[in-house]
């Protein structure tokens, strides 16, 4: 699959990145958690997948921090969720 463009979320894109969030989990839970983690400031980075100017892909990286079992608390990025619609997968988007 060519032409797929990924780029930034914008505020136009947050329907459809709930869309493909919903239909690639077939459940609203990790569409919540992509909105709460937008509310509470938790999004380091929350990219979209487009092919033919439609959203087919959305990933999300937030902050975390690991406090044990290291003395110092160390800071680190978290995958998650990452989703396809169900309409792409096994086309190599999400890869």
């Not at 869309?19 to 709460?36: G, H, M, R, S």
């Not at 937030?62 to 608390?73: F, G, K, N, Q, R």
Request: avoid cysteine; aromatic fraction near 4%; charged fraction near 20%.
């Amino acid at each position: 699959m060519t032409d797929i463009i990924i780029r930034a979320e914008t505020a136009a894109d947050l329907p459809a990145i709930r869309q493909v969030n919903t239909a690639a989990f077939d459940q609203p839970d990790e569409a919540n958690l992509v909105d709460a983690l937008r509310r509470e400031a938790g999004v380091t980075a929350s990219l979209v997948a487009v092919y033919q100017e439609q959203i087919v892909g959305h990933i999300l990286f937030s902050p975390m921090t690991m406090d044990e079992p290291v003395e110092t608390a160390v800071r680190l990025v978290a995958l998650g969720p990452m989703a396809v619609h169900p309409d792409r997968q096994g086309l190599g988007i999400g890869s």
